[in-house]
C-alpha cells in the first residue's frame, strides 16, 4: 500500500508558474504527475476520456506540503478537502462524464504548491471503497485493529478527521486522545509523514489542555518522525510546540533558545506566515521575561515580512505582541489600537480563545490605568470564550486578574478566591512562575490588609524573571516598611533599576518615595512623585480621545494621596511652597484631561450610543452585552500613530487671588492616605487643613447619600447624617461661609450635594448662605460670549413603550413656563422629532446659547461614557435613541449655560470614594466648552420642576441678573421655602457646574 499512487509522495515544487492559469489534460492511463500551482494562480485540470467509456472513475487530488481547494469549473464556491492532516490531504472525486475542475491554494499567503493528481479511470474495489471513505470521514471510525489494508488506511483518515473536529469543538483532552490513535493508524499503514502530523495534533492539544510535560515528550516525537519523513515544515512545526511547552513549564532559558532559532527555520523554507508567528511567539515570551529590548527586535524583524504572506491569526498574534510592548511602555494610543486590530484578526480567524487572550489583555491595560470597572467588563466578558476544563491556563490567568481588580474595589474575600484558584491551576499545570505569582499576589493584598505573610518559596528549579524578581522586592520593601524597617526596605530596592514597563515604574517611584519620606529625606519623597506625575500626565496627555485621556489621568489620584501624605508629615518650615502645592493640585486632576483638543480626532459615538442603547433596554434572555467591545474600538479608531501632547491652559495661582472677591473661597478637597484635606485658596494665601479620616468620610458619605435621596428619611436621621458628612468633609475654621463657594474636586467626590451640607460652626445648610460651583481645573478656551439664543429641547415620548422610560407629558409644560420666564428672549423650542442628535449639537455649539433639555437621562455606575441623555424613538425605530457624552464633548460647544433637567447627569452613579471615577455627562460638557453646566445627581421630581425652572430663569433674566450659581440656589430655595419640597431630596441634587473666570 505504501507505493500506490495516492499515497503521500514528496516532492519537492517543480518551479514556479506565471501563468494566472494552468491547463493540464488528464487521460486514462496516464500516470500520477506532480502539478505546481503558483500563489496566486490555479490548475485547470481537463478529463478527456473517450467517447461511450460509462466507466465509474474516480479522480484523486492529494496536497503536497500546501493546503488545496477546488471546484468544478462554472460553480461558485470552492470546497476545502476535508481529508486532513493538514498539508497532507486527499480529495477523490467520483466522475462519470467528462468534467473541469479547478485547483487552487486554499490562503493567499506562503510558497508555491504542488498537487499530485491520479486519474483511475477503471476504479477498483480497493480504489472506490477509499474514495468513499474519503467522502464519508464523518462516520464511525473502524476498529484499532482493521482487517484489510484499505479499512486501514481508511480508519486513520476518519480518526484524524474526528480528532481535527474535537479541536474545532474546542474538546483538547479528547482530541489529544483521539489524534495520538491516530498516529498509530497512520503508523500501521507505514505513513510516517502522516504519522508526524497525527503526533502534531497530540503536542498542540496537551499544551491546550494544559498538560505540558506530554506536550514536550508528543512535540519531541514528532519533530523526530517529521525529520525522518523529510517534512521540514512539520518538524518546525513540532519545534514550534516544544518551545511553547518549555515556556509553560517555567524552562526559560530553553524556551528562548528554542524560540530564538524557529523564525530563522521557517523563512529558509520559504514559510513566511510561520516565520511572522515565530517572531510573535519569541516576542511575547522575550516581554514576559522582561527582555524588552529583545522583544523589540523581534517585532521589528516581523514587520519586514509582507502583510499579505501572514494570516489573520497570525496578524492578531503579531497585534498582541505589539499591543502589549505599548502598553509596557504606556503607549495607551499604541496599544488601543494594536490591541483592537488584533481582536478583530481573531474575530476573522474565528479563533474564540484568541479573543479571550486580548479581551484580558485589554482588562489588564484597564487595570493599570485604575479603570477597574471597565476592566472587570472585559475579565467577564473572556470568562464567557474560557471553558475551565478546556482552557485550564487561561482560566487561571483570567482568575488572578479578576482577583486583582476585586482587590482594588476593595472586595478582599472575594480577591483572595480568585487568585487562591487561580493559583491552585497553575500548581495543577507545573505553572511554577505563575503559581508563585499567585502566591505573591495574596502576600501583597494581606500587607494592604495591614497582615504580614512570609513571602512565597522560589519554584524549584525556576529561576525568577526579571519582572518577577522586582515584583518581589517590591513586596518585600513594602512589608519592612509596614514593620518600620525603612533601612531594610532602602536595602532591598537600591539594586533595583529602573523597571521598562510603565506600571512597575510607578510601583518603584511609589515605594522609594515611601522610604525617603519615612527615612532621612523626606522632602525628596514629593520630588520623586513630582517627576513621576510628569510622566504619567504627559502619557495621559498623548492617549486620544477625551474619555482615555481621563481614564489614563485617574493614576494621578494615587500619587497625589502619597504626595499630600508626606506633604502633612513635613514640619511647616520645610513644605514646598504655595506654588508648588498649587501645581501639583492641578496637574493631578484627571478632569483637566476632558478639555477639548484641536489635535484630536472628534469621536463619532453613535455606533457606541446605539449599542448601549440596545443593551440597556434588552430582555435578559438576549446575548451578554457588547457595549464595552464597541466603546474600546471607538477608541481604538481615533487613535493615531504619534499624538501630540494635550496641554489644556489651567488656572493660575495669580489669577485665582487677584479674581476671587473677599467674600469667596475657592476650595480644593483632597485625599492623603488618612485623611481628606481642605486646601482653601484666598486672597491671602493657601491654607491647608485635616478633616475626617477616610473611614470616617466613607462610613458619613454612604449613609448621607442614602438619606438625602430618598423623601421619607425621618428629619432625625437625615440631621444626623448631614452633620456626620458635614465634619468629614470639612475642617473646622472660624470664618463664616463665604457667599460664592468655588470646589475643585475630583469625581469621587464630585456625586455629593454640597448645597445641603452645613458649613463649620453653621446650623443651616450652604444653600441658605451660599451659592456652591463644582469648579473645572482648566480655564475657558474663548471669552465670555455674548448672549445668544434660548433653545429648549424636549423629549415628550416614551422609548418605545418601555417601563424603563415613561411618557414625559409635563415636558410640554416645562417648555412653556421656560418660555414664559424670558419674555425677552429669542427661544426655540424643538421637540421629540425635532430633538434629534444633530440639533443638539448644533444647539451646544452656538455662541452664547442658553440649552434647556428635558428628557430622560442615564447612568451605569463607574463606567466612562455610560451616561447619557434618551430621545424620542426615530421613525421606524422601536426604541428610544441613547446620545452619550462621548458624542458631544469633543466637539465644539459654546453654549453659555445648559440646564439638564435628566436624571443622574450631574454624578457617575459610583460610591463616593477616594480615586475618581469616570467623568459625568455635566462635567464633561463644562470641559468641552460650556461656561455653565446646572445639572441632578440623582432622579428629579416632575412635581418639583413646576417650582425651580421658572425661579431659575427668572433669577437669570432679572433686571439685576445673577451668575448661574447664585440663580440655581434661588431655585433651590424656593423649593425648600414650599412645604412639599422641603426635603433635599427635591431641590439638593441640583448642582452647578462651571470655570472659573
Not at 457667599?739 to 469625581?747: A, G, P, T
Request: with cysteine; proline share 7%.
Amino acid at each position: 500500500m505504501a507505493a500506490a499512487p495516492f499515497l503521500p509522495l514528496l516532492l519537492m515544487l517543480c518551479g514556479a508558474l506565471h501563468a494566472a492559469e494552468h491547463r493540464a489534460g488528464l487521460r486514462c492511463g496516464q500516470e500520477p504527475h506532480p502539478f505546481p500551482i503558483e500563489t496566486g494562480s490555479e490548475l485547470l485540470l481537463q478529463i478527456d476520456r473517450d467517447a461511450g467509456d460509462a466507466r465509474t472513475a474516480v479522480l484523486m487530488i492529494e496536497e503536497l506540503g500546501r493546503d488545496l481547494e477546488w471546484r468544478f469549473a462554472g460553480e461558485v464556491a470552492y470546497r476545502s478537502i476535508d481529508a486532513r492532516p493538514p498539508r497532507l490531504g486527499i480529495a477523490a472525486l467520483t466522475l462519470s462524464a467528462n468534467a473541469d475542475i479547478q485547483v487552487r491554494p486554499a490562503t493567499p499567503y506562503g510558497r508555491s504548491a504542488a498537487a499530485m493528481v491520479t486519474l483511475h479511470c477503471a476504479a477498483d474495489a480497493d480504489i472506490l471503497a477509499l474514495a468513499r471513505c474519503l467522502n464519508t470521514l464523518t462516520q464511525p471510525v473502524y476498529a484499532p485493529s482493521p482487517a484489510g489494508p484499505t479499512q486501514r488506511i481508511c480508519a486513520a483518515w476518519r480518526t484524524h478527521a474526528q480528532a481535527s473536529r474535537l479541536s474545532q469543538a474546542e474538546r483538547p483532552v479528547e482530541s489529544a486522545d483521539m489524534y495520538s490513535v491516530a498516529a498509530q493508524q497512520w503508523q500501521s499503514v507505514a505513513d510516517t509523514a502522516r504519522q508526524s502530523a497525527a503526533m502534531l495534533g497530540v503536542a498542540e492539544q496537551r499544551i491546550r489542555a494544559g498538560q505540558f510535560e506530554q506536550a514536550a515528550g508528543a512535540a519531541v516525537q514528532a519533530r523526530e518522525l517529521a525529520r525522518s519523513a523529510r517534512q521540514d515544515y512539520f518538524a518546525a512545526r513540532a519545534e514550534a510546540e516544544r518551545c511553547m511547552a518549555l515556556h509553560s513549564l517555567d524552562r526559560g532559558a530553553d524556551a528562548q533558545g528554542c524560540y530564538d532559532a524557529l523564525p530563522a527555520i521557517y523563512a529558509t523554507a520559504g514559510e513566511l506566515n510561520d516565520a511572522a508567528n515565530a517572531y510573535a511567539n519569541a516576542a511575547s515570551f522575550a516581554l514576559e521575561r522582561g527582555d524588552y529590548a529583545r522583544g523589540r527586535r523581534y517585532l521589528e524583524r516581523a514587520a519586514t515580512i509582507e502583510p499579505q504572506s501572514v494570516s489573520a491569526f497570525v496578524t492578531g498574534n503579531l497585534q498582541l505582541a505589539q499591543g502589549k510592548l505599548a502598553a509596557l511602555d504606556g503607549r495607551i494610543l499604541d496599544g488601543a489600537r494594536h490591541y483592537q486590530k488584533a481582536l478583530s484578526a481573531y474575530e476573522a480567524a474565528r479563533r474564540p480563545r484568541w479573543q479571550a487572550n486580548t479581551l484580558l489583555r485589554i482588562a489588564e491595560l484597564y487595570h493599570m490605568l485604575g479603570a477597574h470597572a471597565e476592566a472587570t467588563l472585559f475579565v467577564d466578558d473572556a470568562f464567557r470564550r474560557l471553558p475551565e476544563d478546556e482552557a485550564p491556563s487561561r482560566v487561571a490567568t483570567a482568575l488572578r486578574l479578576r482577583g486583582r481588580l476585586r482587590a482594588a474595589a476593595g472586595n478582599l474575600s472575594g480577591a483572595m478566591e480568585d487568585v487562591e484558584r487561580a493559583g491552585a491551576l497553575f500548581r495543577r499545570l507545573g505553572m511554577g512562575l505563575a503559581a508563585y505569582e499567585s502566591q505573591l499576589d495574596t502576600v501583597d493584598m494581606r500587607l494592604h490588609d495591614g497582615e504580614i505573610l512570609p513571602l512565597p518559596a522560589h519554584p524549584s528549579g525556576v529561576t525568577l524573571t526579571p519582572r518577577l524578581t522586582q515584583r518581589t522586592a517590591f513586596v518585600r520593601a513594602r512589608q519592612a516598611l509596614h514593620n518600620g524597617e525603612v533601612e531594610l526596605a532602602q536595602q532591598v530596592i537600591a539594586g533595583e533599576r529602573a523597571p521598562g514597563t510603565f506600571d512597575d515604574l510607578f510601583s518603584l517611584t511609589r515605594t522609594r518615595a515611601a522610604i525617603e519620606a519615612r527615612g532621612r529625606h523626606p522632602a525628596a519623597a514629593l520630588g520623586t512623585l513630582d517627576q513621576a506625575m510628569l510622566h504619567l500626565a504627559d502619557a495621559a496627555s498623548r492617549s486620544g480621545a477625551a474619555p482615555l485621556r481621563h481614564i489614563t489621568g485617574l493614576r494621578l489620584l494615587g500619587l497625589r494621596q502619597d504626595w499630600l501624605t508626606y506633604y502633612m508629615a513635613l514640619p511647616m518650615l520645610q513644605r514646598p511652597g504655595e506654588e508648588a502645592l498649587w501645581t501639583m493640585l492641578i496637574r493631578s486632576h484627571p478632569s483637566r484631561l476632558l478639555a477639548p483638543s484641536a489635535a484630536m480626532p472628534v469621536l463619532d459615538a453613535e455606533s457606541f450610543d446605539r449599542q448601549l442603547s440596545a443593551e440597556l433596554l434588552r430582555p435578559a434572555d438576549l446575548p451578554p452585552p457588547a457595549s464595552h467591545r464597541s466603546l474600546w474600538s471607538l477608541y481604538a479608531g481615533a487613535a493615531t500613530a504619534s499624538a501630540p501632547p494635550h496641554a489644556p491652559k489651567p488656572p493660575t495661582l495669580a489669577g485665582v487671588r487677584a479674581q476671587l472677591p473677599a467674600d469667596d473661597e475657592f476650595l480644593i478637597l483632597a485625599f492623603s492616605a488618612t485623611h481628606l484635606l481642605n486646601v482653601a485658596v484666598r486672597t491671602d494665601g493657601i491654607e491647608v487643613l485635616s478633616a475626617g479620616t477616610v473611614r470616617e468620610f466613607e462610613a458619613a458619605s454612604k449613609d448621607f447619600l442614602r438619606a438625602v435621596a430618598d423623601p421619607n428619611t425621618a428629619p432625625m436621621q437625615l440631621a444626623l447624617a448631614t452633620d456626620a458628612l458635614s465634619r468629614a468633609l470639612f475642617a473646622p475654621r472660624d470664618r463664616p461661609p463665604p457667599q460664592h463657594l468655588r470646589l475643585m474636586v475630583d469625581e469621587g467626590l464630585a456625586g455629593i450635594p454640597y448645597s445641603a451640607l452645613l458649613w463649620p460652626g453653621q446650623a443651616q445648610p450652604l444653600v441658605e448662605t451660599t451659592a456652591v460651583t463644582i469648579v473645572q481645573p482648566t480655564q475657558p478656551a474663548t471669552a465670555q460670549p455674548a448672549p445668544g439664543p434660548v433653545f429648549i429641547l424636549a423629549s415628550t415620548a416614551d422609548g418605545g413603550a418601555r417601563a424603563e422610560l415613561p411618557a414625559l407629558p409635563a415636558a410640554v409644560m416645562e417648555s412653556r413656563r421656560v418660555e414664559a420666564a424670558l419674555p425677552g428672549r429669542a427661544v426655540s423650542a424643538l421637540r421629540d422629532a425635532q430633538f434629534d442628535r444633530t440639533a443638539l449639537q448644533l444647539a451646544l455649539a452656538t455662541p452664547g446659547a442658553w440649552v434647556h433639555i428635558a428628557a430622560h437621562g442615564t447612568v451605569r455606575p463607574g463606567l466612562q461614557g455610560y451616561a447619557g441623555l434618551w430621545l424620542t424613538p426615530r421613525a421606524g425605530d422601536a426604541d428610544a435613541e441613547l446620545v452619550s457624552w462621548l458624542d458631544l464633548a469633543d466637539r465644539p460647544i459654546a453654549a453659555e449655560l445648559v440646564v439638564l433637567n435628566a436624571c443622574q447627569l450631574g454624578g457617575n452613579g459610583a460610591q463616593a470614594g477616594r480615586f475618581g471615577g469616570a467623568a459625568n455627562f455635566a462635567s464633561a460638557l463644562s470641559a468641552g466648552g460650556a461656561t455653565h453646566v446646572i445639572a441632578a445627581l440623582w432622579p428629579v421630581s416632575d412635581a418639583a420642576t413646576s417650582t425651580w425652572v421658572p425661579a431659575l430663569y427668572t433669577a437669570l433674566d432679572a433686571a439685576t441678573p445673577v451668575n448661574p450659581a447664585q440663580a440655581l440656589r434661588s431655585a433651590q430655595r424656593a423649593m425648600r421655602q414650599n412645604r412639599l419640597f422641603r426635603h433635599p431630596y427635591y431641590w439638593a441634587s441640583l448642582v452647578h457646574v462651571g470655570h472659573f473666570r
